[in-house]
């Protein structure tokens, strides 16, 4: 007992010795803790900690669906596999993130094109085909994604970057994916090629979009083949985050005919996010909306309420339980007014009716030289130009010449473009020199087309400002008139700081102004080398002095898949059996070729339909069209190139937008106008004298030298007499020794406005504003001055004409309906107002002239469904032919429905006739289906012994 009492007295009397012992007590409980805690309890407490990990997914509604009035499908939703990503991995360094990732969206990318798959592209650049990076967009759009690269909040923010060295409001698409790629971002390996490169900086780019949203998923690419979405399967351990999501695309029926009034989604873009998100705070990053058209207008109906899904998920993102669930609710369907058979048909008709026109025009000549006194109806096209439109407008793909699997004919013609192209660009940087003498006028034809294309490039660079050139210089005057040096004048813009230097100089310096002009030439004919539609001009000319053929071009449209395979065609073609003439008439004529690929005088055109007692909307058809397909979900770059530099514009909305003057269509508000304000009466007969002398223009009527006699409203609407309206708008501007323009404006905007045209007409999707004339109200009279309306304007007009006054306000809308029918609002047309300044005898008149002008038309001889209208015809320019257009209603005695057709440089109002009439037919079922829509160019009549206007 001793010996113990001594031990703890020693113990206890040592600070130390206690604290040690104290420590081994702490120590000892500490231990026999975890090793309850991790060995025997450790299951469970690390069950407890996985639970606490909670992630809220977001469950995307279904779209509705859009149909047409008799429920047809036309806009769809379709689930398909999705590869996904998400930015989960754990990393020591930006660098390994880096690494990491690109390896592995490499690896991913490389076995989904092995597999026939490809990424989700909606990234602003593309790569074009001859492997250039090229901006998909302009203007504010293109802006608002240089801010976003940059990471700016606004546009306006963009400023001089000076650790890159780059002026990020003008950056170019280079700049912008070196930027990208480079350390400083991405971080890609240049042991890529350039393609795959860019592919991994789309989805990177995609990924940091998402990047503020915890456990959102990033698309890689959709609708990938079972074999893809085997492979992920298999290997999804080794892939970090890589998962396979079903995914809803959304497809459209019968896309060419419709895509104008449906439109197309798309990702939302960073302006859309943050007008919605300021609102709803359930708006993603990744949320697919309306675009454009209906699929915008109706996207709140369309897009549903999103649900919610909680899961708890374990260190590596396992889900390993369950939380809330909140379902999606589907988006409401939504129904057209319009009918999509008559869509359709209408659509095959107005192609079938340019193709022939355009059929009738082709001459094989080279070129065509207008005449001192030729006009608008003598312009034909020529052969040359249809071989030319196969490169310019991209039916052909010159940069498929270049490639290792090229055909003969490919290798043939490109070999000839080299050697002109070093010609060319040898010539030009003689002409260039600074001491060359070559006045503009007195360059051949060629050599001032690419003059001219230079002066023009340069400004689009914006080296060239426009906006700094002095118009009343004396030098810009001599430049104007052709009567200066191309070199001169690059020279003289140069001294007076209209170009910009820094925009071609690599680094400051200080240098003459020739020194400077030098470096600017060696900029530009270095640029021209590479640039496409520079390239397209040498084309032109390579065509025009035969050095390379129709023949070899109609070949390569074999060669490329452009037309089918067929070997005797083929071979009739290469051995001369058949001319290139011969050959591109033919398809032409088959519509294997059509007015929209070649665009070339005529290839667009619009027809709008309207229920004449409802002023429903039953077809609105805009040529030519596109398939909205390519542009939903993901957009196809090369696709959207081709429409955007078309020049036929597929993506301009004719019916809505575009605005010309109407013609003689015009010239029933000029008869409402002169009966309303007692100037004439209908039985008012005035004496066409040929040429109008009371104003100072002298017009002349288009029968002049002949002349009409004399006829009375009625009469004058037949026979569109000019003169009858000159004299009608004298009147209304006060008439002899009281004429007044301001009146007479006055009270024929008074008419217009009545009948609609000074307004939109309410149809939801893009529509630009009509223009009633503003001066000249003799010419005014009869639909020239300043008059500008679209078609869908004048097909509201002729509605009221057809229903004696009812001017309605259009919907393309019939209903919005949930998933179960129930119908959740209703559209239909309103009266905006009524035309009540006629009796009835005055709208007899007017009828009863529109009904004589289709019995004075050959297009309708026989039609056993009486109809009344009106011809149209509107010069824009000399040098190209004339707008045709036309507005009437059937059946005559109680009209079912009104149209208004335009042909834009259709030559004559008749061409437009002829094809209203075969809508009719279809409508009425006059004639049978198979014979209208029989797939071939129409064969155009010769009006030239009918009247005109």
Not at 325 to 339: E, F, K, P
Request: hydrophobic share 35%; proline share 2%; aromatic share 10%.
């Amino acid at each position: 007992m001793e010996i113990i009492k001594d031990f703890f007295v020693n113990a206890f009397s040592s600070r130390i010795r206690v604290i040690s012992v104290v420590m081994g007590l702490f120590a000892t409980v500490l231990i026999s803790r975890l090793f309850y805690l991790q060995i025997i309890n450790g299951s469970e407490y690390q069950d407890n900690y996985n639970l606490k990990l909670e992630k809220t997914e977001t469950i995307p509604a279904t779209r509705g669906n859009i149909y047409d009035r008799n429920g047809n499908l036309l806009a769809y939703n379709e689930l398909v596999y999705a590869v996904t990503i998400q930015d989960n991995g754990s990393y020591s360094s930006k660098k390994e993130k880096s690494q990491s990732l690109n390896s592995e969206i490499a690896e991913i990318i490389t076995k989904l094109e092995s597999n026939g798959d490809a990424i989700d592209n909606n990234f602003p650049i593309y790569i074009d085909s001859s492997g250039s990076y090229q901006f998909m967009y302009s203007g504010s759009t293109l802006q608002r994604f240089r801010a976003d690269v940059f990471g700016k909040t606004s546009v306006d923010d963009l400023e001089f970057n000076e650790k890159l060295g780059i002026d990020e409001a003008n950056a170019t698409a280079d700049d912008i994916i070196g930027y990208l790629q480079g350390e400083r971002v991405y971080n890609i390996s240049d042991e890529f090629d350039k393609k795959l490169r860019y592919e991994i900086m789309v989805v990177r780019y995609n990924m940091g979009q998402n990047s503020y949203q915890k456990y959102i998923s990033t698309v890689i690419a959709s609708d990938v083949s079972d074999r893809s979405v085997a492979f992920i399967e298999e290997n999804v351990n080794e892939l970090t985050g890589v998962a396979i999501e079903q995914k809803s695309l959304r497809r459209y029926a019968n896309s060419e005919y419709f895509a104008h009034i449906i439109g197309y989604t798309g990702q939302i873009s960073t302006d859309e996010y943050k007008a919605r998100s300021a609102k709803d705070d359930t708006v993603e990053a990744t949320d697919i909306v309306g675009k454009s058209g209906i699929e915008k207008y109706m996207d709140d109906y369309l897009s549903g309420t999103k649900g919610t899904s909680t899961l708890f998920v374990d260190s590596v993102g396992n889900t390993i339980a369950e939380g809330d669930y909140t379902a999606a609710v589907s988006g409401n369907d939504v129904y057209l007014s319009i009918d999509m058979d008559l869509q359709k048909a209408t659509y095959t008709l107005l192609e079938q009716e340019i193709a022939g026109i355009l059929y009738s025009k082709i001459a094989n000549i080279k070129q065509y030289h207008a005449s001192e006194h030729a006009s608008s109806s003598d312009v034909v096209v020529p052969i040359y130009d249809v071989y030319n439109s196969l490169i310019a407008n991209g039916i052909i793909d010159t940069t498929a010449f270049e490639d290792e699997n090229a055909t003969d004919t490919e290798k043939a013609v490109l070999a000839a473009y080299k050697v002109k192209e070093k010609e060319v660009l040898a010539a030009l940087k003689s002409q260039l020199n600074v001491n060359n003498e070559a006045v503009y006028n007195e360059l051949p034809d060629e050599y001032q087309a690419y003059s001219t294309y230079i002066v023009t490039k340069l400004k689009s660079l914006g080296i060239f400002d426009s906006s700094a050139i002095d118009t009343s210089s004396e030098v810009q005057e001599s430049w104007t008139s052709e009567n200066m040096a191309v070199n001169k004048y690059l020279l003289y813009a140069i001294e007076q700081n209209w170009i910009d230097i820094t925009k071609y100089e690599s680094e400051a310096k200080y240098a003459d102004t020739e020194e400077l002009y030098n470096d600017l030439i060696d900029y530009t004919l270095e640029y021209l080398g590479n640039d496409k539609s520079f390239q397209k001009l040498i084309y032109k000319y390579l065509l025009l002095d035969d050095r390379i053929s129709g023949t070899q071009l109609g070949l390569i449209l074999y060669d490329q898949g452009v037309l089918k395979e067929d070997p005797e065609t083929y071979a009739m073609l290469s051995s001369g059996r058949i001319s290139s003439y011969e050959f591109m008439l033919s398809k032409i004529k088959n519509l294997e070729l059509t007015p929209g690929q070649i665009a070339l005088d005529p290839c667009s055109g619009s027809t709008v339909i309207l229920d004449a007692k409802t002023g429903e909307v039953l077809a609105m058809v805009t040529y030519p069209g596109y398939d909205n397909n390519r542009l939903a979900n993901s957009v196809d770059s090369d696709y959207y190139a081709y429409l955007t530099n078309s020049a036929s514009n597929p993506l301009y909305n004719y019916a809505t937008q575009q605005r010309t003057a109407p013609g003689s269509t015009f010239k029933i508000v000029s008869s409402t106008a002169g009966l309303a304000e007692n100037v004439i009466t209908t039985s008012t007969e005035i004496v066409d004298l040929g040429q109008y002398t009371k104003v100072s223009n002298n017009p002349k009527c288009w029968i002049y030298p002949s002349n009409h006699g004399s006829i009375n409203v009625s009469e004058a609407i037949r026979d569109s007499c000019n003169y009858f309206f000159y004299e009608v708008g004298w009147r209304l501007s006060g008439g002899d020794g009281a004429y007044n323009d301001v009146t007479g404006i006055e009270k024929i905007q008074k008419y217009a406005s009545l009948y609609g045209l000074d307004e939109t007409t309410g149809v939801e999707i893009e529509e630009n504003s009509p223009h009633i004339a503003t001066e000249y109200p003799v010419m005014a009279a009869i639909g020239q001055s300043d008059n500008n309306f679209t078609t869908v304007g004048l097909a509201r007009y002729a509605t009221a004409i057809a229903s004696r006054g009812n001017v309605y306000n259009l919907t393309l809308l019939d209903s919005v309906r949930d998933s179960e029918g129930n119908v959740v609002k209703s559209y239909s047309p309103t009266i905006r107002n009524q035309v009540d300044v006629l009796n009835a005898g005055q709208w007899d008149a007017i009828h009863y002239g529109m009904k004589m002008v289709t019995e004075s038309l050959s297009s309708f001889n026989n039609f056993s469904v009486p109809v009344a209208g009106k011809t149209g015809t509107a010069q824009q320019v000399k040098s190209r032919p004339n707008h045709a257009l036309f507005i009437g209603f059937a059946p005559y005695n109680n009209p079912e429905i009104a149209i208004a057709t335009r042909i834009a440089y259709g030559y004559t109002s008749h061409n437009a006739a002829a094809v209203s009439k075969d809508i009719m037919s279809y409508y009425f079922g006059v004639s049978s289906t198979e014979d209208l829509l029989n797939g071939e160019a129409n064969s155009v009549s010769n009006s030239e012994n009918e009247f005109t206007d």
